[in-house]
């Protein structure tokens, strides 16, 4: 079991910047890699951005390119979610997420089998 705990989110007017964090926890050796996902209410939960835990390779949802940066400290353990210049639309829950499968690709959630609680991210115009 690996457990994921959020924090960072808030309140912020567009055009700011917010960074999210995500630490594992448990039986984190089977990880390959780790994700950001976004469900805005009413909306289906989608891909924002994921990195591989070995080479940290990175992988960004088109909505989000060039704003949204991600990052990962081995050693800790844990996934930052760097966004900057935040548009109202990016208004959702944030849940980190561990992939511990190669079967699906990065940008899909069948990829990831443990998920955090989710922390709300507001951005108001």
């Known amino acids: 079991q690996v457990l994921l705990v959020e924090s960072g989110g808030g309140l912020v007017q567009a055009g700011g910047s917010l960074r999210l964090s995500c630490a594992a926890s448990?039986?984190?050796?089977?990880?390959?890699?780790m994700g950001w996902f976004r469900q805005a209410p009413g909306k289906e939960r989608e891909f924002v951005a994921a990195i591989s835990w070995s080479f940290g390779t990175t992988y960004y949802a088109d909505s989000v390119k060039g704003r949204f940066t991600i990052s990962r400290d081995n050693a800790e353990n844990t996934v930052t979610l760097q966004m900057n210049s935040l548009k109202p639309e990016d208004t959702a829950v944030y849940y980190c997420?561990?992939?511990?499968?190669?079967?699906?690709?990065?940008?899909?959630?069948?990829?990831?089998?443990?998920w955090g609680q989710g922390t709300q991210v507001t951005v108001s115009s």
């Open positions: 997420a561990a992939r511990d499968s190669n079967i699906y690709a990065y940008l899909s959630r069948r990829s990831y089998s443990y």
């Open positions: 448990g039986r984190t050796f089977g990880m390959n890699g």
